[in-house]
């Protein structure tokens, strides 16, 4: 790094007046001539880019994924055709629903998104420390979120709205269940799972596909808050998981995750006793078992947070030659949605952000648009079929073709067992959860609910009653007497 570095302009023009203002004299007025005072105002009136609209207050860390098992048999991607294989990648984590402000222990899903910077491009595992989500079609989408930030009229979070949204929204209950169980307040991000969430697939050199769903499981040990701990770390510190990621890593203690996977053959998802692309609901582990993959370190605190946390750009549709997508409906909407923000928030060129940037060479016809820094293809052509450059597509990496299974568009096409909303939540609150996760779940929802006011308080909290009564009896009977409120139970 050189030394006695010169004070310049963003144009690179050295200059000393860098503290006072040119003025008519001592006492002023300000000049308009004094452009070191307008680059540096004009500069700082533009240094905040869009809020992301989800995602907007979190951390991240660069690191390496290593392949420690062979799955060569699932997948031709080059980045798992060897156990040894290493890329570097970089994680985000983030809360879901709060502004940049908010507080890191808020009871909030919690972002999950990892990028493989591989020799095939950049794959993007973009999900939450969820196995599942609220809603399973993106249509629902802008509404859903809508009802996780502020009421229109007072500006403030609403549990009315929520709770609204909820009980007209059943197969929201699956995700609601573990959002009010304490892992809801996971311990940081160090200590917590993460999801792909969606169903992917995956291709062999055989031209064969098998359905995939990935798991990141901590190395850390899991570990949640209570909503008490929470709620006091919500004052005491704030920042509390980007504190504690930052000084771990700081310390040399290099948080791993191990990379799972379940997979389900295409004759087993016909058998599925539900959708297996339903984002809502999960698999069975006794039945698809987790497959051992490879480990995740981070190792790196980024030098500039604005530059590669803030700028870093995720999306479901950054897959690779030999892992693809699925029908998973929220996850087709996804693909979409996430990049086209990204176009709005970061520029049509977010993908020449060094934190973006693949790590082998981008070749397409691509030009002009905000923020173009890559030399904008230079003096080669911007059209394609041409007769100057070499670019080739290169056949070996054509699409698998998909079978499709109907050629009828129905928006309303079901699986039979697609309203089943109360078995997945049920189990998990008799089956999966202890004694004392119960209880907190309880009281969070209780708490939570206390919160339904206005008019139609009674009918919204009798419609969640009624769903909760469907996932577990003695559950919507505790609610409504922690909750003070009749409610008549019918089979």
Not at 12 to 38: A, F, H, K, W
Not at 284 to 291: K, R, V, Y
Not at 352 to 368: A, L, M, S, T
């Given at each position: 790094m050189s030394k006695n570095k010169k004070l310049t302009t963003a144009a690179g023009r050295p200059y000393y007046e860098n503290e006072d203002s040119m003025t008519v004299g001592r006492r002023g007025p300000i000049l308009l001539q004094d452009i070191y005072l307008q680059e540096k105002l004009a500069h700082f009136n533009r240094e905040r880019i869009p809020e992301r609209v989800v995602h907007a207050k979190g951390t991240g860390a660069f690191g390496t994924f290593k392949v420690t098992n062979d799955i060569t048999k699932y997948t031709k991607a080059k980045l798992f055709n060897k156990v040894g294989n290493e890329c570097r990648v970089f994680v985000r984590f983030s809360t879901v629903g709060g502004e940049k402000g908010s507080a890191d222990t808020e009871r909030d899903p919690r972002g999950f998104a990892v990028k493989f910077y591989t020799e095939d491009g950049n794959w993007d595992l973009a999900g939450n420390n969820t196995p599942v989500f609220f809603i399973k079609d993106p249509k629902k989408f802008p509404d859903f979120v809508h009802t996780q930030k502020r009421d229109p009229k007072t500006n403030l979070k609403s549990s009315t709205m929520m709770w609204d949204y909820f009980s007209l929204n059943p197969e929201s209950l699956h995700q609601v269940m573990i959002l009010f169980s304490d892992r809801g307040t996971p311990d940081g991000y160090r200590k917590m799972n993460g999801y792909g969430s969606h169903t992917f697939s995956m291709i062999n050199d055989k031209e064969e596909r098998v359905w995939v769903k990935f798991h990141f499981k901590t190395l850390q040990g899991n570990k949640t808050l209570t909503a008490e701990e929470a709620n006091i770390l919500k004052a005491k510190d704030p920042d509390?998981?980007?504190?504690?990621?930052?000084?771990?890593?700081?310390?040399?203690?290099?948080?791993?995750?191990?990379?799972?996977?379940?997979?389900?053959?295409?004759?087993?998802?016909?058998?599925?006793?539900?959708?297996?692309?339903?984002?809502?609901?999960?698999?069975?582990?006794?039945?698809?078992?987790?497959?051992?993959?490879?480990?995740?370190?981070?190792?790196?605190?980024?030098?500039?947070?604005?530059?590669?946390?803030?700028?870093?750009?995720?999306?479901?549709?950054?897959?690779?030659?030999?892992?693809?997508?699925?029908?998973?409906?929220?996850?087709?909407?996804?693909?979409?949605?996430?990049?086209?923000?990204?176009?709005?928030?970061?520029?049509?060129?977010?993908?020449?952000?060094?934190?973006?940037?693949?790590?082998?060479?981008?070749?397409?016809?691509?030009?002009?648009?905000?923020?173009?820094?890559?030399?904008?293809?230079?003096?080669?052509?911007?059209?394609?079929?041409?007769?100057?450059?070499?670019?080739?597509?290169?056949?070996?990496?054509?699409?698998?073709?998909?079978?499709?299974?109907?050629?009828?568009?129905?928006?309303?096409?079901?699986?039979?067992?697609?309203?089943?909303?109360?078995?997945?939540?049920?189990?998990?609150?008799?089956?999966?959860?202890?004694?004392?996760?119960?209880?907190?779940?309880?009281?969070?929802?209780?708490?939570?609910?206390?919160?339904?006011?206005?008019?139609?308080?009674?009918?919204?909290?009798?419609?969640?009653?009624?769903?909760?009564?469907?996932?577990?009896?003695?559950?919507?009977?505790?609610?409504?007497?922690?909750?003070?409120?009749?409610?008549?139970?019918?089979?």
């Amino acid at each position: 790094m050189s030394k006695n570095k010169k004070l310049t302009t963003a144009a690179g023009r050295p200059y000393y007046e860098n503290e006072d203002s040119m003025t008519v004299g001592r006492r002023g007025p300000i000049l308009l001539q004094d452009i070191y005072l307008q680059e540096k105002l004009a500069h700082f009136n533009r240094e905040r880019i869009p809020e992301r609209v989800v995602h907007a207050k979190g951390t991240g860390a660069f690191g390496t994924f290593k392949v420690t098992n062979d799955i060569t048999k699932y997948t031709k991607a080059k980045l798992f055709n060897k156990v040894g294989n290493e890329c570097r990648v970089f994680v985000r984590f983030s809360t879901v629903g709060g502004e940049k402000g908010s507080a890191d222990t808020e009871r909030d899903p919690r972002g999950f998104a990892v990028k493989f910077y591989t020799e095939d491009g950049n794959w993007d595992l973009a999900g939450n420390n969820t196995p599942v989500f609220f809603i399973k079609d993106p249509k629902k989408f802008p509404d859903f979120v809508h009802t996780q930030k502020r009421d229109p009229k007072t500006n403030l979070k609403s549990s009315t709205m929520m709770w609204d949204y909820f009980s007209l929204n059943p197969e929201s209950l699956h995700q609601v269940m573990i959002l009010f169980s304490d892992r809801g307040t996971p311990d940081g991000y160090r200590k917590m799972n993460g999801y792909g969430s969606h169903t992917f697939s995956m291709i062999n050199d055989k031209e064969e596909r098998v359905w995939v769903k990935f798991h990141f499981k901590t190395l850390q040990g899991n570990k949640t808050l209570t909503a008490e701990e929470a709620n006091i770390l919500k004052a005491k510190d704030p920042d509390y998981a980007q504190r504690d990621l930052v000084e771990a890593i700081s310390k040399g203690n290099f948080p791993k995750w191990a990379l799972k996977i379940q997979v389900m053959t295409n004759e087993q998802a016909e058998k599925f006793k539900w959708n297996p692309f339903d984002v809502t609901k999960v698999w069975s582990h006794s039945e698809f078992p987790l497959i051992d993959v490879g480990i995740m370190e981070l190792n790196e605190i980024p030098a500039n947070y604005f530059a590669d946390v803030e700028q870093a750009a995720f999306e479901p549709s950054n897959i690779v030659d030999g892992i693809g997508l699925s029908p998973d409906k929220l996850l087709q909407g996804r693909i979409f949605a996430y990049p086209d923000a990204h176009r709005y928030r970061l520029g049509v060129n977010y993908n020449q952000i060094p934190v973006n940037r693949p790590i082998n060479e981008v070749n397409n016809h691509q030009r002009d648009g905000f923020m173009n820094v890559d030399g904008n293809g230079k003096d080669s052509p911007n059209y394609f079929p041409n007769s100057f450059d070499d670019i080739k597509a290169d056949k070996k990496y054509k699409e698998l073709a998909s079978v499709l299974d109907s050629n009828i568009a129905d928006t309303f096409d079901r699986n039979e067992n697609d309203d089943d909303f109360y078995t997945q939540p049920g189990d998990l609150y008799r089956k999966v959860m202890t004694d004392t996760e119960r209880k907190n779940t309880l009281n969070n929802i209780i708490s939570s609910m206390s919160g339904i006011s206005g008019p139609r308080s009674n009918e919204i909290i009798q419609r969640q009653l009624m769903h909760f009564y469907k996932v577990d009896k003695s559950l919507a009977e505790d609610i409504a007497k922690g909750l003070k409120v009749d409610f008549k139970f019918t089979d």
